[in-house]
């Protein structure tokens, strides 16, 4: 058997289903579609009008918090569903808000009343909602759909869509505790940030952890509910199941995505616990840094690919899988395309996990840290190209290396780096991480043209540096943590961690830019149409040259209207691209970050796209409660 692929024997049916999906002017989920396309054929806004689009009104929620206060620094990366005539948004305060969509006005609010508190995370933190609703409504019936909301303590709200009540039903009163079923490692609870999936009558819910923090954790689980009870129908783990007591983790924050007519749900599962030490979990496990395909309606494992094999670079999967139907070589293909920190795309048949374009295994170098086991290849995709250049060594920028008086030189020389998968080190500085963790395709993912088939992705190229510190060593030289930055215990093991950005001491990269770009793919032959740098970077207000580029964080939009729409840059701007050509056609600017996918909906014939500004200090200390919502005059 292949390494790269496990093979279940679980009976699929063969037939093409995505680019239907795709046709329907469709947003009721987190990326749009179950397909997980972000595709609208609407195309009333188009290239030729773009230009004239402007803000048809705004909301602001007050569910915001900078850290300054009592409250925590608030993340918001949700994305607007369109569904029921009406907007559905979930808040970093765990609330539900139901506005019109043409207008903004309440319709009504849900307040979950949840504790405050950065449990898991280093922030509060929401990725929006779920709904449902029954095949055949009844009318005056009571809760014939439904919007979900999941909270950082363990709880899923289920709500009536109409009215905003809980739906006594569901669970307790409308209420689930998801933690009933945190028996492993119990150090903290199951959080529910991301919404869950939504298929047929099925909720499919993972969960999120606390990153980096220790290596015995809660062990991997997806959960699958009756979407109108919260009875549990199935569950899967995906560490063994006599490892589970010493690592943990390998689970889906991020969303899913699903083929309803295969009967599958694609699981982009994490790494295992600690994220960079592996000494505890010498032993394989398969569904780890993996895309998982899942039998809907009975939890088994049809088919699954392992990305990373022993990752010791936290390099899980950020995004939910995007499903595309292609003509590669004359041939009708169903695929499937997983996006990666890594900056890498890998392509496989959705009904089997084959591979699309050849995916080969390939030496890596193995490091010398005590009681480590180090993996001897890892996959590299053939087709499409890496979005970053793994080549070589990031090359230094002239500025801050001129600015920082020799600073980045000197920090680089210190450095270790192997190449792709340099391991972690106790050595000297440590070893420069790139692609590092928090760069590459985050959870905005990939959007799809089914009509061109061309697919879209934004990436970030970051550099940052990570050592492995002797527990006795650690506990002197530990300082603080931030968000995917800073020191980390890593309690269990012989080693703390730290992970910082390369940067200069007036915080300038000191890697050469751009530092984000956005990227088209023809899918026929895996080639790349063409590549620009997306956003404008910006440190203590000043703006960088737009050739330089942003990080990014949130994925794009296409339409049927030859556009792509994005925010995730840097400098809180809203933009529309090319599809074609990538040329910038429009922008504006909004109160935060967009770090969430944009919502593209068309309400009483009129076409409207809704971004959420809600900022993230991973790329900025610049937070927000907007929505902002644009139309044609």
Not at 190 to 209: E, F, M, N, R, Y
Not at 581 to 588: A, F, P, R
Request: aromatic fraction near 10%; proline fraction near 7%.
């Amino acid at each position: 058997m292949n390494r790269l692929t496990t093979h279940f024997l679980v009976p699929v049916a063969l037939c093409m289903s995505v680019s239907s999906q795709a046709q329907e002017a469709v947003w009721d989920t987190f990326h749009g579609q179950l397909n997980a396309q972000k595709y609208s054929p609407l195309t009333q806004i188009n290239v030729s009008n773009v230009d004239q689009l402007e803000l048809a009104w705004e909301y602001h929620t007050g569910d915001v918090s900078d850290g300054s206060g009592d409250l925590p620094a608030t993340v918001w990366s949700a994305t607007p569903v369109y569904a029921n005539d009406t907007l559905y948004i979930g808040t970093p305060f765990y609330r539900i808000i139901a506005l019109d969509p043409a207008t903004g006005d309440e319709k009504w609010t849900f307040n979950s009343h949840s504790v405050l508190e950065a449990l898991t995370q280093p922030a509060l933190k929401n990725r929006g909602v779920a709904y449902w609703e029954a095949d055949d409504p009844v009318n005056g019936e009571a809760c014939q759909k439904i919007v979900y909301l999941g909270t950082m303590d363990a709880r899923l709200f289920a709500v009536d869509a109409d009215t905003g009540s809980l739906c006594e039903d569901f669970a307790n009163n409308g209420v689930l505790d998801v933690n009933q079923w945190n028996n492993t490692n119990d150090r903290w609870p199951l959080s529910l940030l991301q919404p869950p999936t939504v298929t047929g009558d099925h909720l499919i819910l993972g969960w999120a952890g606390k990153d980096w923090a220790s290596a015995e954790a809660p062990p991997g689980t997806v959960f699958s509910l009756n979407a109108r009870t919260g009875e549990l129908q199935w569950t899967l783990n995906f560490i063994p199941e006599e490892m589970r007591q010493r690592t943990g983790t390998a689970n889906v924050w991020t969303a899913m995505s699903v083929d309803e007519e295969l009967g599958l749900v694609y699981l982009p599962v994490s790494s295992p616990s600690p994220n960079f030490w592996g000494g505890n979990r010498t032993e394989d496990i398969p569904l780890a840094t993996s895309t998982t395909a899942v039998d809907i309606e009975t939890g088994e494992v049809v088919w699954s690919r392992q990305w990373v094999h022993h990752d010791l670079w936290d390099y899980d999967p950020t995004s939910a899988p995007t499903l595309m139907d292609i003509t590669v070589d004359g041939e009708s293909i169903p695929a499937l395309m997983q996006a990666t920190k890594m900056g890498f795309l890998f392509v496989v048949n959705r009904e089997t996990g084959e591979d699309v374009w050849p995916i080969e295994e390939r030496p890596v170098p193995a490091g010398n840290v005590e009681g480590e086991v180090y993996a001897e290849t890892q996959p590299f995709p053939t087709k499409p190209e890496p979005l970053l250049d793994q080549a070589s060594k990031p090359k230094i920028w002239w500025a801050a290396d001129v600015l920082g008086f020799g600073e980045c030189s000197r920090l680089f020389d210190s450095l270790s780096y192997e190449g792709m998968y340099s391991p972690p080190t106790t050595e000297g500085e440590g070893v420069l991480a790139y692609p590092a963790s928090a760069g590459g395709v985050q959870w905005g993912g990939v959007a799809f043209d089914p009509v061109s088939q061309t697919a879209i992705v934004n990436t970030s190229h970051i550099t940052q540096y990570l050592k492995l510190w002797p527990r006795d060593e650690y506990e002197r030289v530990a300082g603080d943590s931030g968000n995917e930055e800073g020191f980390y215990p890593q309690e269990g093991t012989p080693f703390g961690m730290s992970l910082h950005n390369a940067v200069n001491w007036l915080g300038m990269p000191c890697w050469e830019p751009p530092y984000g770009e956005l990227v088209s793919i023809d899918m026929h032959t895996g080639d790349v149409n063409w590549r620009r740098p997306i956003g404008v970077s910006q440190r203590f207000g000043f703006y960088m040259p737009e050739s330089m580029g942003s990080p990014t964080i949130g994925g794009p939009a296409v339409t049927a209207g030859g556009l792509i729409f994005i925010g995730a840059s840097m400098d809180a701007k809203v933009r529309a691209y090319s599809l074609e050509s990538g040329e910038e056609l429009w922008s504006d600017l909004v109160q935060a970050p967009v770090v969430a996918n944009p919502a593209v909906y068309e309400h009483d014939g009129k076409q409207y796209v809704a971004f959420i500004a809600g900022g993230n200090t991973i790329i900025k200390d610049q937070v927000g409660d907007q929505i902002a919502v644009y139309a044609l005059p």
